[in-house]
Nanobody, 124 residues
Framework: QVQLVESGGGLVQAGDSLRLSCAVS????????MGWFRQAPGKEREFVAA????????DYADSVQGRFTISRDNTKNTVYLQMNSLKPEDTALYYC?????????????????WGQGTQVTVSS
């Protein structure tokens, strides 16, 4: 059983930064591609960023390109999302997810395991 636990969310002001972390249980973390998604109240869960198992490939939603950076440390079984220049529209519950194919995907249906989410609230 793979478990994902997100942390690092909080309440910040517009323009601030946050770094989210997602710790993954098990010894096969390096085989997974990892993604971050977010869901705002009343909206669909949307793709934010993804990273391949070797970190060679990454992908970002247009709305966060240039502001957010996804990275991973396979020695710590952890994936990160560095979020800079935060905007009120970034307010959402942020989820990390694991994709057993190891390849970057941007759609929810390609991900096999999900965390419970961490709340990010950006005030104006």
């Amino acid at each position: 059983q793979v478990q994902l636990v997100e942390s690092g969310g909080g309440l910040v002001q517009a323009g601030d930064s946050l770094r989210l972390s997602c710790a993954v249980s098990g010894r096969t973390f390096s085989r997974y591609a990892m993604g971050w998604f977010r869901q705002a109240p009343g909206k669909e869960r949307e793709f934010v960023a993804a990273i391949s198992r070797t970190a060679i490939s990454t992908d970002y939603a247009d709305s966060v390109q240039g502001r957010f950076t996804i990275s991973r440390d396979n020695t710590k079984n952890t994936v990160y999302l560095q979020m800079n220049s935060l905007k009120p529209e970034d307010t959402a519950l942020y989820y990390c997810a694991a994709d057993l194919t190891g390849i970057v995907h941007t759609t929810r249906d390609r991900y096999n395991y999900w965390g419970q989410g961490t709340q990010v609230t950006v005030s104006s």
